[in-house]
């Protein structure tokens, strides 16, 4: 079985300042990672993945995140946000040779001040 | 372009009516799936299909129904047994092939109780 965990409910911010939305999974075998982006009354957008190779992985707006194999992390950064990244982000895994049923996170609310 | 269309956007349900979110992908994908959104709680699912003509119970399929009869569509009934209904419902695609590959989505119906 699969588990995400996103550590954060919500992150408020000032715009211009940097931010990490911290995302941790379980997981006995490989994982491919995913993190999506929902503004108000749309669906999830794929910001970026990480399948294999280079750990660190750049997405759209942005936005990188970093996979780390020993503490099981793939935590979510962006240098600079902007009013326009308040949204709500999620964090999914799906195992290897799994049921490739993706498990999402709860979501992390990313509030962006003026 | 390609993409995932949900109708109605906003929806409304009687008591003990039987309600049809619509869903249709023009993209090709094998796979489709339904999800309840409540606040808080991120993405269950509901149901999922990863051919026509046959789809299998997703963490909360009780009081909801599905059918696949044609690759593009999956529809999804919100029976008069599914006692709190009030929710914002998305459908996602994808290639059915390993988990590595990401899930399309559809902007969402809000269902909501007269």
């Known amino acids: 079985a699969q588990s995400v965990t996103q550590l954060d409910s919500q992150v408020p911010v000032f715009e211009e300042a940097p931010v990490e939305l911290r995302c941790n999974y379980s997981?006995?075998?490989?994982?491919?990672l995913f993190w999506y982006v929902q503004y108000p009354n749309q669906g999830l957008q794929l910001l970026l993945k990480y399948l294999s190779g280079s750990t660190l992985v750049k997405g759209i707006n942005g936005f990188e995140a970093e996979f780390n194999k020993s503490q099981t992390s793939f935590h979510l950064r962006k240098p600079s946000v902007h009013i326009s990244d308040t949204a709500e982000y999620f964090c999914a895994v799906n195992r290897e040779g799994g049921s490739y049923i993706p498990t999402f996170g709860r979501g992390t609310s990313l509030i962006v001040h003026p | 372009d390609g993409g995932i269309t949900q109708s109605p956007k906003y929806l409304f349900r009687k008591e003990g009516q039987n309600v049809t979110l619509s869903c249709e992908q023009n993209?090709?994908?094998?796979?489709m799936y339904w999800y309840r959104q409540d606040p808080g709680q991120g993405l269950r699912l509901i149901y999922y299909?990863?051919?026509?003509?046959?789809?299998q119970k997703g963490d909360i399929a009780e009081g909801y129904s599905v059918s696949r009869e044609k690759k593009e569509s999956f529809p999804l009934t919100v029976t008069s047994a599914q006692k709190n209904p009030t929710a914002f419902y998305l459908c996602a695609s994808s290639i059915w092939v390993t988990g590595n590959q990401p899930q399309h989505f559809g902007d969402g119906t809000r269902l909501s109780i007269l």
């Open positions: 299909s990863q051919i026509v003509n046959d789809f």
């Open positions: 997981s006995s075998v490989s994982v491919y």
């Open positions: 993209l090709n994908h094998d796979a």
